[in-house]
Nanobody
Framework: QVQLVESGGGLVRPGGSLRLSCAAS????????MGWFRQAPGNQRELVAT???????NYADSVKGRLTTSRDNAKNTVYLQMNSLKPEDTAVYYC???????????WGQGTQVTVSS
């Protein structure tokens, strides 16, 4: 049906930057809005950002002004530009795609982001 593959995670110093990518393949017409979740140790997954087909974005308060998501429909790819990273941003980041007309999501495998000195 649909496959989502994240890339770009890694280790970065506080204040540094990373860019995550999420490539969608398969029946991409099944995907409506896309988003990013993250899960830190001891916490449930939290919604970080969403972006609609038209490029409308929403962000969690904790990342506003630092993280930016964008969507390239021609490339079937979404991005999460992460700037001014903090240790609190350390988590596994997941790419998601909302199924058209259904309150259900496709999920990627996740990519680890670690912010540490």
């Amino acid at each position: 049906q649909v496959q989502l593959v994240e890339s770009g995670g890694g280790l970065v110093r506080p204040g540094g930057s990373l860019r995550l990518s999420c490539a969608a393949s398969g029946n991409i017409f099944e995907i409506d809005a896309m988003g990013w979740f993250r899960q830190a140790p001891g916490n449930q997954r939290e919604l970080v950002a969403t972006v609609t087909r038209g490029g409308i974005t929403n962000y969690a308060d904790s990342v506003k002004g630092r993280l930016t998501t964008s969507r390239d429909n021609a490339k079937n790819t979404v991005y999460l530009q992460m700037n001014s990273l903090k240790p609190e941003d350390t988590a596994v980041y997941y790419c998601t795609g909302r199924r058209v007309g259904v309150p259900d999501d496709y999920w990627g495998q996740g990519t680890q982001v670690t912010v540490s000195s």
